[in-house]
């Protein structure tokens, strides 16, 4: 299995821009397909957004289209969660899943999956 770790959370305004990066140890990285997934407190986690192992599958929460992108760089091993024009609803812990199947990324969790840690994004309004 690959070993995730996120990083670039924080605190920032609403309207604000993040970046999010999820590096990935092992050789499996580049044949996973990967998943950025939200948790509010009190709230079922959603997944936010999903990537194909080749970048060419890419999918959107409804809540996030126009403003987040979500990339990979497979030879570094790393995806991204680009999060700009940031509300104060997208506040939540952001963790990072790979699957080998993108279909298993579901839209609470990811079928058989590595999990990130997490890193916690609050925005404030």
């Known amino acids: 299995q690959v070993q995730l770790v996120e990083s670039g959370g924080g605190l920032v305004q609403a309207g604000g821009s993040l970046r999010l990066s999820c590096a990935a140890s092992?050789?499996?990285?580049?044949?996973?397909?990967i998943a950025w997934y939200r948790q509010a407190p009190g709230k079922q986690r959603e997944r936010v957004a999903r990537?194909?192992?080749?970048?060419?599958?890419?999918d959107y929460a409804d809540s996030v289209k126009g403003r987040f992108t979500i990339s990979r760089d497979n030879a570094k091993n790393t995806a991204y969660l680009q999060m700009n024009s940031l509300k104060s609803e997208d506040t939540a812990v952001y963790s990072c899943?790979?699957?080998?199947?993108?279909?298993?990324?579901?839209?609470?969790?990811?079928?058989?999956?590595?999990w990130g840690q997490g890193t916690q994004v609050t925005v404030s309004s």
């Open positions: 899943a790979a699957t080998r199947i993108y279909a298993d990324l579901g839209e609470a969790t990811a079928i058989g999956g590595s």
């Open positions: 990537i194909s192992r080749r970048s060419l599958f890419l």
């Open positions: 092992g050789s499996t990285f580049s044949i996973s397909a």
